[in-house]
């Protein structure tokens, strides 16, 4: 794909500031600031860094307002980031689509409904019941277990597995070895040993909702395991059984819910973030990377550290911690001063 | 599946308690105490929360002892838990059970063993001199390397990978997507580069051992990994190589046991427990979530924090922790104190 | 394999230090010095642990030079750890060559290349495009993406995922169920809602680089994610998008390295390790286990704790946390004495 930067200024919406004879440079791709061609967009997600358009050599830039003094082409839109994801759609690398019917090499259940405009890759094992909505991708290695529905416009990368009796709505993108529906970690110690809680529930995944490689999601013991709509969940995290997350949240790498966990609307976990089994954490709230949280937290708030406090105490705290070393010499010193006076006091006695 | 009250209070063999014609009451599932209907079962496993049963919609409860006040019908039983356990095998969804045989689209190495009842699904890949014994399920897209060997009533779950000379008991239970047998991380740096140790042991897996989704757990470099009976791993756990675990431990998600650890019977590991290598840890000791543990611990110990200590220790240093900003304004008081005592002293002289 | 020690000795090009007719015991493994028997080699990496030996029951020792006073035959090398490695290839259980060519169940796309000596494995599944080097073996179920270029010599184990326009170099080994160019966590929130930022960089796996189980190498939004000549990875690692790790780096179990972090050569981050986003992480530098490195940090530094600090540091405020309770009674103690001084000073006036 080439475009002169007029056609990608109409192509994204955007108002062309450039001197005569720019307007027709040839963009190929897009590129960061620092590396971006003559044949790249660049763009300036934030205006505090315009500095750093002044050594690029991109051929044109993205920018939420016009900037004095810029001298190459500027695409002046409303949203920089939306504009730059439209760009960045213009110029992706051609793949082949995905080839629509059911590869020769996979294995389809009884009683399978599969929409129009399905791509059923190689390899994969739907199970008897299964349904899936238009234009689903299925890819290859994939496993479907028994009475799962799947909405559609999904895309399940390849080697996902997804056991029985769960459903994913529409426009959910599962990337690879992920495995929904597992059972969850709940046993009972009875005679000496741990007996297996049977989990026949199951999980329900909501629309736009995607998660990445790698990841767990458990089914329920009874009811569902729920992801919320618009939903992102990064990879290597793990969703335990019973857990209820609202919509448009955001979990970062390595983050672990435990069982029955519930979140609100909108919260976003760091990576490596690990939540105790069964608290509730209120819409909106923030944990950074690597906390745990132990007990229930309310809404729009903004925590850190094991435990998990408030982030300010918790920089506080951890600035503190840095002080221990001269706080002990403090009372040293402090101790020190007390023995002379009282020594002092002593000798006037 | 449908019973009545007193149907399914004899299959779960408990004694019951109800009003004239309550026996006779449909149920059909089982449910937590907050959601259960009229035709679902739910249940009282700590009877301090009996008050929650008023206000339940349940049409029959399985308590630990009678209670008085309760106006549905009670199943009491000695144990709740085994008894929710048998009332949630009954009320399990259908599923069609494995299709005995092998799969037309299985790949089977020579000299391969397979066991009477023993189901190998769509797209196996069995290298040669596997044995698998009766029973037990291989399901689909799961790869068994070379002489690994597979005991009886065994289930594979989609896309597991288990490599060369690997032995699993009977019962054991392995979760789709992880890997069992992996080369260890073991590296000797000569001549400018990292040089792989090669992994010529095995990985032992004893009875009824229980994996979750995306698990690892690495080969020896001699002798074996092992995974004691009756242990019950989450997921995305890593487990390293020559790692010897007891009998009947528990490791929860996202937690990573070093190699040569040594784990006692009975350890239970929160999520994301860290355990230095070549450390070991004591029957029944308990790691708290996220602990990192540097050295040794002895027996059925409590430990938590990073440096793991004493649980109670971990707790109170926390505490202590939260409260520096108040001993560092402390301090600066009683140096203030001081100084106005020391200012009086030279005063007098 | 069983050779005399006589014959191991001139197979890994040692000098034997034995008594007459002990040069002709049978060797037929490699074992540890606490478990190795008769008609096993063991090995002394560290002099310190001589005293070892003597309750050896091993038929030889690899040593690093000739020891005093030790009755079995030992085989004297330069460097202990290479022999040993050449030892355990030596002894290695013998396994079927992978089988050349394409197995009849893999799915081949158009304009693929590959290689003399290329084994393709059962049920693989390989897109439009692709090229990969000579005796490069493809496992069972592996997935590789339209376009992506794989070197000679490689291994990708059972399972593998690698996505469109990835690019790996020679004598690369991927293990099981890894995802390479899965998307980045990177969205744009507009209007509402997370929109996912297209990532249409790649991966570049250079050579010599290996990489364990379950672990995911993000794929860039711009140019590419990149991992060093010779980098060694742990199982179940998260490399986010845009990620450059330098060369023969180690980075161990759950380690999660955020978007666009940058580490030069032979950084060694430890088990649970995270690093925020886009910081540099200068040659040399060691992050112990379960650290989180918030900021930059320079070269050759050994680094520790949350938020990490130079770890003689942090094992100095660790240290001193756990004295945090006698400090509190430090500062009560002291405390009391200023109020009786206090209380004398009072009084005189």
């Given at each position: 794909?080439?475009?002169?930067?007029?056609?990608?200024?109409?192509?994204?919406?955007?108002?062309?500031?450039?001197?005569?004879?720019?307007?027709?440079?040839?963009?190929?791709?897009?590129?960061?600031?620092?590396?971006?061609?003559?044949?790249?967009?660049?763009?300036l997600?934030?205006e505090?860094?315009?500095?750093?358009?002044?050594?690029?050599?991109?051929?044109?830039?993205?920018?939420?307002?016009?900037?004095?003094?810029?001298?190459?082409?500027?695409?002046?839109?409303?949203?920089?980031?939306?504009?730059?994801?439209?760009?960045?759609?213009?110029?992706?690398?051609?793949?082949k689509?995905?080839s629509?019917?059911?590869?020769?090499?996979?294995?389809?259940?009884?009683?399978?409904?599969?929409?129009?405009?399905?791509?059923?890759?190689?390899?994969?094992?739907?199970?008897?019941?299964?349904?899936?909505?238009?234009?689903?991708?299925?890819g290859?290695?994939?496993?479907?277990?028994?009475?799962?529905?799947?909405?559609?416009?999904?895309?399940?990368?390849?080697?996902?597995?997804?056991?029985?009796?769960?459903?994913?709505?529409?426009?959910?993108?599962i990337?690879?070895?992920?495995?929904?529906?597992?059972?969850?970690?709940?046993?009972?110690?009875?005679?000496?040993?741990h007996?297996?809680?049977?989990?026949?529930?199951?999980?329900?995944?909501?629309?736009?909702?995607?998660?990445?490689?790698?990841?767990?999601?458990?089914?329920?013991?009874?009811?569902?395991?729920?992801?919320?709509?618009?939903?992102?969940?990064?990879?290597?995290?793990?969703?335990?059984?019973?857990?209820?997350?609202?919509?448009?949240?955001?979990?970062?790498?390595?983050?672990g819910?435990?069982?029955?966990?519930?979140?609100?609307?909108?919260?976003?976990?760091?990576?490596?973030?690990?939540l105790?089994?069964?608290?509730?954490?209120?819409?909106?709230?923030?944990?950074?990377?690597?906390?745990?949280?132990?007990?229930?937290?309310?809404?729009?708030?903004?925590?850190?550290?094991?435990?998990?406090?408030?982030?300010?105490?918790?920089?506080r705290?951890?600035?503190?911690?840095?002080?221990?070393?001269?706080?002990?010499?403090?009372?040293?010193?402090?101790?020190?001063r007390?023995?002379?006076?009282?020594?002092?006091?002593?000798?006037?006695?």
């Amino acid at each position: 794909m080439r475009l002169t930067v007029a056609q990608l200024a109409r192509r994204i919406g955007a108002e062309l500031v450039a001197k005569a004879g720019d307007a027709e440079r040839p963009i190929s791709s897009v590129g960061p600031v620092e590396t971006a061609g003559a044949d790249e967009v660049t763009f300036l997600a934030d205006e505090r860094h315009k500095a750093s358009l002044a050594e690029s050599g991109a051929g044109a830039v993205i920018v939420g307002g016009c900037i004095e003094g810029v001298e190459r082409p500027q695409l002046v839109v409303k949203n920089v980031n939306s504009a730059l994801i439209d760009a960045l759609k213009i110029f992706a690398p051609k793949l082949k689509p995905p080839s629509e019917g059911v590869d020769s090499t996979a294995r389809i259940g009884r009683d399978v409904k599969l929409g129009k405009g399905v791509a059923v890759e190689a390899n994969v094992a739907i199970a008897d019941g299964v349904e899936i909505g238009e234009n689903t991708v299925i890819g290859s290695g994939c496993k479907i277990g028994e009475n799962s529905i799947i909405g559609a416009n999904c895309r399940l990368d390849c080697n996902v597995v997804v056991y029985h009796n769960c459903r994913l709505g529409s426009n959910v993108i599962i990337q690879a070895n992920t495995t929904i529906g597992s059972t969850g970690f709940g046993y009972s110690f009875i005679n000496g040993s741990h007996r297996l809680i049977p989990h026949d529930g199951g999980v329900v995944i909501e629309d736009f909702v995607e998660i990445g490689a790698n990841c767990c999601v458990d089914r329920a013991k009874f009811g569902n395991t729920i992801i919320g709509a618009g939903t992102k969940i990064d990879n290597l995290v793990q969703i335990a059984h019973n857990v209820v997350i609202g919509k448009c949240c955001l979990i970062a790498a390595l983050a672990g819910v435990s069982g029955s966990c519930r979140l609100g609307d909108g919260v976003v976990l760091g990576g490596q973030v690990g939540l105790a089994d069964n608290i509730e954490i209120g819409a909106g709230t923030m944990i950074g990377a690597q906390a745990g949280v132990m007990t229930s937290v309310g809404s729009g708030r903004q925590l850190a550290w094991t435990p998990a406090i408030e982030r300010k105490e918790a920089l506080r705290i951890v600035g503190l911690s840095l002080r221990l070393p001269k706080m002990a010499e403090q009372l040293k010193q402090l101790g020190k001063r007390l023995d002379r006076l009282e020594a002092a006091e002593d000798h006037k006695e």
